[in-house]
């Protein structure tokens, strides 16, 4: 990605910093609009904050590539940046050199082409040179943010985010990939991943048909997605469990819970009823009878502690563990805390098979082959193994 970049900068920032040069005031073609014009888009390029220009992008380099996402994707707007960047470093570079040696060389007779190859270049060579490993360097602390448009590969999205960070949940969507990966190769099938960093890219980019199936959501998620977007995404294979509990810091057991207790729990409808029910299933509320996953705060019928529930953000959750007296959560977002449901919870969910995280493909491409050998291999002795294994305190697997 950064080499793309880099040889994007060099065949065609090295040429635009030369003309930026050549407009200039004072020298062989000055020409003040074509100066003003270039010097003004080269100045917003690198003026842009990096992450919008990327964001700005997307529709033009769906256009140019074909798609928005992925590495391909992502060096676009590095590219786009990266010429800007270098062709002003050109510019100050040629600006450097001793006007006597441009004066020698014109008097010799020396065409425009010999001036810039045969006596620019060369005096330059050094700052050229310099602005080349500068940019180079500022490229790759630029290509860190491409995660937002999947520009990092799977490998490095497990490493960055989660062995450093010990999102237990990431190394395990991550090491499903590597596990199934050749035996994929094995069934014909090349499987290109795309690692995305927020849950709405994944069913965007599904749905836009970008890519072909995605693997990080339980079913009632998917279906508030199809419902607020009109999209037909739909659940192929059921992967995993992953065990939902309720924490806290200050209780060891759900007895010690005191009356009018603060419980924090998701804001988003499919979380807010998994933790009533949970709440429920652990004999601390009562629901309306039938609501089910669907329950709200207004379906609770009967709350003999007065616990007060607290909705708060997805991302929040572990923080409110300082403030909150107890706290609804899946492991990827206990785990980095050092938690995992069947040690640290003080009660889990009797039943998650509702919100088995799945892969998901499209109606109109579920039942194609490469979809179904994907299903198989992901739901196959292999990855039965590894949950069993590795990962029995926190997910359970969702196939036999």
Known sequence: MVGISITAAVLI???????????????????????????????????????????????????????????????????????????????????????????????????????VVKFLYVEARSGLVLGLTTATISFISYSTVMGIVGGGGVGDFAIRYGYQRFETEIMVFTIIIMIILPLLKEDGVNLEVVVLSDNVQPNTALANKEVDANFFQHVPYMNQYNEANNANLVAVQPIYNAIYGAYSKKYKSMEELPEGATVAIANDPSNIGRSLVMM?????????????????????????????????????????????????????????????????????????????????????????????????????PEVKAFFEEKYADIAIPAFK
């Open 280 to 380: 429920e299933q652990n004999g601390l509320i009562k629901l309306k009878e039938g609501v089910g996953f669907n329950a709200t705060q207004a379906d609770i019928t009967e709350n003999t502690k007065n616990f007060k529930f607290k909705e708060v953000d997805l991302l929040m959750l572990a923080r409110m563990l300082d403030d909150a007296d107890l706290v609804a959560m899946t492991p990827a977002y206990a785990s980095p805390l050092g938690l995992t449901p069947k040690k640290d919870a003080l009660f889990t969910e009797k039943d998650d098979s509702h919100f088995a995280i799945t892969l998901v493909a499209r109606e109109d491409n579920k039942d194609s082959e490469a979809i179904q050998k994907l299903a198989k291999r992901m739901a196959g």
């Open 13 to 115: 920032g090295l040429p635009l910093g030369t003309l930026l040069y050549l407009f200039r005031k004072g020298q062989r073609y000055q020409n003040r609009p074509l100066f003003t014009i270039l010097g003004s888009l080269v100045n917003i390029i690198r003026s842009f904050p990096f992450l919008l220009l990327v964001v700005f992008m997307i529709p033009f380099t769906r256009l140019i590539v074909g798609t928005s996402i992925g590495t391909l994707a992502a060096t676009v707007p590095l590219s786009i940046i990266a010429i800007a960047y270098y062709a002003r470093l050109v510019e100050q570079a040629l600006l450097d050199v001793p006007k006597g040696v441009v004066e020698a060389a014109s008097s010799m007779g020396a065409s425009t082409m010999q001036l």
